[in-house]
């Protein structure tokens, strides 16, 4: 299986800081990786698909980037509704594999 | 939109059987999967069916194979998730969600509903 492996598990950070979350694979994954956030009693959102792309309707402050084994998540001018546990899983293989989570706290 | 029911409390051993009901898209074009999140704890994948036009195959995370089996009925735009000697380690919000992009990743969820299992 896959381990994923993302940190830092909790950031604090003031509005309008730039924010990045990364995500380690333990073997190469390509760009098959995805990003969620999840917001408090709230099913996951998806942000990033493929590693980079962002998914329709998700503010463009969000980027993804990485490729292999090394990926980041990167919240530009973080807003006070970017507050939740932000998620990434990979899309290689079976099984599929989420990381531990970022808990993003203003 | 995708809405999930039969969450409930069971006891260890016993089965439930939770339902997917989606509407708005062409549901049987879609792979879908259920993912759970127990108390207080990270996402976990669970299932995943494809398409009838991927031969409607599925997929299962180790903690559940042999136990759950997930399954499509694409005339009622249903995605079942059959779950058979439960563990008090199943216990869990269970979400039904969509493989919207064919990349494996979920583009649409639903809402969730909570499985517990304790005696």
């Known amino acids: 299986d896959i381990q994923m492996t993302q940190s830092p598990s909790f950031v604090s950070a003031s509005v309008g800081d730039r924010v990045t979350i990364t995500c380690q694979a333990s073997q190469g994954i390509s760009t098959y990786l995805a990003w969620y956030q999840q917001k408090p009693g709230k099913a996951p959102q998806l942000l990033i698909y493929a590693g980079s792309p962002l998914q329709s309707g998700v503010a463009s402050r969000f980027s993804g980037s990485g490729y292999g084994t090394y990926f980041s998540l990167t919240i530009n001018n973080l807003q006070a509704e970017d507050v939740a546990i932000y998620y990434c899983?990979?899309?290689?293989?079976?099984?599929?594999?989420f990381g531990g989570g970022t808990k993003v706290d203003i | 939109e995708l809405v999930e029911s039969g969450g409930d409390l069971e006891q260890p051993g016993r089965s439930l059987r939770l339902s997917c009901i989606t509407s708005?898209?062409?549901?049987?074009?879609?792979?879908m999967g259920w993912a759970r999140q127990a108390p207080g704890k990270g996402l976990e994948w669970v299932a995943f069916i494809r398409s009838n036009s991927y031969g409607g195959t599925s997929e299962y995370a180790a903690s559940v194979r042999g136990r759950f089996s997930i399954s499509r009925d694409d005339s009622k735009r249903i995605v079942y998730l059959q779950m058979n000697t439960l563990r008090a380690d199943d216990t869990a919000v269970y979400y039904c969600?969509?493989?919207?992009?064919?990349?494996?990743?979920?583009?649409?969820w639903g809402r969730g509903t909570l499985v517990v299992v304790s005696s």
């Open positions: 899983q990979q899309c290689d293989s079976f099984p599929l594999t």
């Open positions: 969600a969509r493989d919207g992009l064919q990349t494996y990743s979920f583009d649409l």
């Open positions: 708005g898209f062409k549901f049987g074009s879609f792979a």
